[in-house]
């Protein structure tokens, strides 16, 4: 029988008596914002049931680079959708265009497969890697996140006796999944040669995050990613860039134009379709080629959703839109003035803080000196960052409180924006400066936040 509750149940309670924890995705179970019910938003901000307004700087994680219900791109999956639905067989025009534009921008594409997240554009690409090379082992990096899936559900956010080790971020895992990723160091050029000195012959793969996000902003090394380069080259190994954040948010196309370094295979979701849901794997055509997409190909690949015409609208449309506007230079100015003067910010208060990021995306770790990799990020004031985020939002301004997590602006952020932000950012930091030992709901630990 189903069960139901009287209409005087508050929603959140209705949530958790049919969806374990309320939520459908664990990283929007926010220690202290279990009761949050959002009903509304649009351009840089939501609203809740409360009615209380948020200028949004957490964006789902990035993807509404546009805003939020961004009309154009409304527009165009209104249409796709007055038109055309689902009919899983064949191919739509749509994906046509899809594919070849991200071939157009993309470096590495020259062939693409849409799937609908970038979990799963990350788990085919070492599926395939391995079906190519006819190897067991992947190389990983802590810090960097690439999905939910096995091979790589390990190293992302690690308390400090966990570096340097395995280190699931689930259960369920068999240990012999685990056994075969290499788990190193980011920006570690040493680390690097000498793995592949060692076990050069068994690497089928290295993927990698170019600017680890999933941790706040880690900016790589020129040659560390000159060295993954030259290694996977040299060994016959595939080199995976997950621009699955990177990807058109910093640039139309992606980290690898930024840095000049081509990957063998590239995964990306998120901004592209200015947060529809889809995601999408490119590459060496010899590579993609290799799927069961093309008759008789040994690597199997399918998905109900791949392609689905409103996602592919969503996606043509955000794409039109960033050639056409001048989106990057928007947010990228809003990032450097937000930059700047928030480091201007924490000197005046004598906090200390170094404000990093690229692009559209900032984050403050409360701490010295630049972070180059993961270890440097376990100096970081877990209480102050998450605390002084919870206090933000008594002046409506959302970035996650959860450790470690960026922020972003979008194409619908404005400098009245910024200036808020500025003077929410000093009120928050002198109350947490005040009150340091505030509750902050258990959110203050180095495992408090694992992913996207």
């Known amino acids: 029988m189903i069960h139901q509750e009287t209409p005087s149940t508050p929603l959140p309670e209705r949530a958790r008596q049919v969806i374990p924890g ?16 959002i009903t509304r938003a649009a351009g840089a901000r939501f609203w809740d049931a409360d009615g209380r307004e948020y200028t949004d700087y957490h964006a789902a994680f990035g993807p509404p680079l546009l805003g939020h219900a961004d009309a154009e791109v409304d527009v165009a999956v209104a249409e796709a959708a007055r038109s055309l639905d689902l009919c899983g067989v064949g191919v739509t025009e749509g994906e046509v265009v899809l594919a070849e534009t991200l071939t157009e921008l993309i470096p590495s594409f020259e062939r693409v497969l ?12 070492l599926r395939v890697a391995r079906a190519a ?23 992302v956010i690690s308390t400090p006796d966990r570096v340097g080790r395995h280190d699931p971020i689930s259960t369920g895992i068999l240990p012999e999944v685990l056994d075969a990723t290499l788990v190193l160091r980011f920006n570690d050029v040493a680390a690097v ?29 020129q040659e560390f990613l000159t060295a993954l380069r030259e290694e996977c080259t040299s060994h016959g190994s595939v080199l995976v860039f997950d621009e699955v954040i990177t990807g058109v948010r910093h640039g139309l196309g992606g980290w690898q134009q930024i840095s000049g370094i081509t990957p063998d295979l590239t995964t990306m979701g998120k901004a592209i379709a200015n947060g529809y849901p889809i995601g999408a794997l490119g590459g060496r055509a010899d590579l993609m080629d290799l799927f069961s997409s ?17 996602v592919v609208a969503a996606a043509l449309a955000t794409l039109d839109k960033l050639r056409r506007e001048p989106v990057h230079e928007h947010v990228f100015r809003l990032g450097d003035r937000a930059r700047t003067e928030l480091a201007a910010l ?16 900032f984050v403050t770790y409360f701490m010295t000196g630049l972070p180059k990799s993961y270890d440097d990020l376990l100096a970081n004031d877990t209480g ?15 970035e996650l409180p959860l450790n470690l997590k960026r922020s972003h602006f979008s194409y ?41």
């Open 384 to 398: 102050m960052f998450v605390g002084y985020r919870r206090r933000l939002l008594e002046h409506g301004i959302f």
């Open 133 to 155: 090379t006819g190897r067991r082992l992947v190389v990983k990096f802590q810090g960097c996140y690439h999905g939910w899936h096995d091979s790589v559900s390990l190293n």
């Open 346 to 361: 924490y000197r005046e208060l004598a906090v200390p803080a170094v404000v990093t990021g690229y692009g559209s995306v």
């Open 294 to 310: 093309r008759p008789g190909a040994p690597v199997f690949f399918a998905g109900t959703y791949n392609g689905h015409p409103a």
């Open 412 to 452: 619908a952020h404005t400098d009245d924006d910024v200036d808020r932000l500025l003077t929410a950012t000093e009120a928050a930091v002198r109350a947490q400066l005040a009150d340091p030992a505030t509750d902050v709901s258990g959110a203050s630990t180095m495992a408090g936040a694992v992913r996207c």
């Open 114 to 125: 849409l799937t609908s997240t970038g979990s799963e554009a990350t788990f085919h690409a």
């Open 193 to 221: 040669r000498e793995t592949f000195a060692r076990h050069g012959a068994d690497i089928a793969a290295v993927i990698v995050e170019p600017v680890p996000h999933n941790v706040g902003c880690l900016l790589p090394d």
């Open 22 to 37: 309320g939520v459908n995705s664990g990283q929007r179970n926010v220690p202290g914002l279990s009761d949050l019910v």
